[in-house]
Nanobody
Framework: QVRLGESGGGTVQAGGSLRLSCEAS?????MAWFRQAPGKEREGVAG???????SYADAVQGRFIISIDNTKNTLYLQMNSLKPEDTAMYYC????????????????????WGQGTQVTVSS
């Protein structure tokens, strides 16, 4: 059974930064971050393949950086210049055929999910 565990969420003021981590119990070729705000659908944030290919949602392009530590099977999301609209529960997900699947696919396409970590950005 694949296990994904997120950490690093919290409350930060607008303009601040947070770094999320997601530890996977085994190797996953492609991993991604999703988020879900209250009353809204879950949306893709960023995806990454082991070869380094990445994909970002327009709303976070240039502010968020997704990375993966191949030695630890750990996924990261560095979030900079945070805005109140970034407030959401953030979820780690795997596996996917390609990084762009976080944007062109559906959450149901990802078989493995973490429990989520809350990010709150105050204005």
């Amino acid at each position: 059974q694949v296990r994904l565990g997120e950490s690093g969420g919290g409350t930060v003021q607008a303009g601040g930064s947070l770094r999320l981590s997601c530890e996977a119990s085994e190797y996953m070729y492609c991993m991604a971050w999703f988020r879900q705000a209250p009353g809204k659908e879950r949306e893709g944030v960023a995806g990454i393949e082991r070869n380094g290919l990445t994909s970002y949602a327009d709303a976070v392009q240039g502010r968020f950086i997704i990375s993966i530590d191949n030695t630890k099977n750990t996924l990261y999301l560095q979030m900079n210049s945070l805005k109140p609209e970034d407030t959401a529960m953030y979820y780690c997900a795997a596996d996917c055929p390609a990084a762009r699947w976080v944007l062109v696919g559906q959450p149901a396409d990802f078989p493995y999910w973490g429990q989520g970590t809350q990010v709150t950005v105050s204005s």
